[in-house]
T-cell receptor
Framework: DTEVTQTPKHLVMGMTNKKSLKCEQH?????MYWYKQKAKKPPELMFV???????INESVPSRFSPECPNSSLLNLHLHALQPEDSALYLC????????????FGQGTRLTVV | AQSVTQPDIHITVSEGASLELRCNYS??????LFWYVQSPGQGLQLLLK??????LVQGIKGFEAEFKRSQSSFNLRKPSVHWSDAAEYFC????????????FGGGTRVLVKP
């Protein structure tokens, strides 16, 4: 199994809503990542978890809250988002934090209205 | 400043023709080098990677890339393009001295003419 599975595929939420994005991998990878990708732009790193601990937060606003309940799961909790937060959110994993090969999920297309 | 650059924003190629996508990096040391492909609205798929050794790297889907240290380049090639190769292609680097972050170039959109 070389898949990273993200749910939901699409999400529309209001600016007062609370929602969560989910990511799961069963490759035994110990590093997991959240990226944000705006249209026609490359992915931008948001967070890195290594061995279930947050190791990098790229100065992401607190309305985005990551969580890593166990080595296979990664969540991104969303609250009070702005329309400019609409984007494709990508989850990725790699065997270790040396990032030798990152596997990406299909992404969640988020629209904030 | 440390960066990875893809000079071509768009490339249009006829089906069956060859394709070359350029990637240059500016780091003091040689980073790990990757090429990813992204179809519209989809995630990224790794085409190939270079860490060390043979400078000509074979990947999936008939792609290859050549690392040239003297030019700080890692260009992607395919001898004969198929319509299904139409996608966005990202060159990416990981540099241990820069915290092992996967840093992407701006991307090159490939259009394939019938």
């Amino acid at each position: 199994d070389t898949e990273v599975t993200q749910t939901p595929k699409h999400l529309v939420m209001g600016m007062t809503n609370k929602k969560s994005l989910k990511c799961e991998q069963h490759m035994g990878h110990r590093a997991m990542y959240w990226y944000k990708q705006k249209a026609k732009k490359p992915p931008e790193l948001m967070f890195v978890y290594s061995y279930e601990k947050l190791s990098i937060n790229e100065s992401v606003p607190s309305r985005f809250s990551p969580e890593c309940p166990n080595s296979s799961l990664l969540n991104l909790h969303l609250h009070a988002l702005q329309p400019e937060d609409s984007a494709l959110y990508l989850c990725a994993s790699s065997q270790g934090w040396d990032n030798t090969e990152a596997f990406f999920g299909q992404g969640t297309r988020l629209t904030v209205v | 400043a440390q960066s990875v650059t893809q000079p071509d924003i768009h490339i249009t190629v006829s089906e069956g023709a060859s394709l070359e996508l350029r990637c240059n990096y500016s780091y003091g040391a040689t980073p790990y080098l990757f090429w990813y492909v992204q179809s519209p609205g989809q995630g990224l798929q790794l085409l190939l990677k270079y860490f060390s050794g043979d400078t000509l790297v074979q990947g999936i889907k008939g792609f290859e890339a050549e690392f040239k240290r003297s030019q700080s380049s890692f260009n992607l090639r395919k001898p004969s393009v198929h319509w299904s190769d139409a996608a966005e292609y990202f060159c990416a680097v990981v540099l241990k001295a820069a915290g092992n972050k996967l840093t992407f170039g701006g991307g090159t959109r490939v259009l394939v003419k019938p």
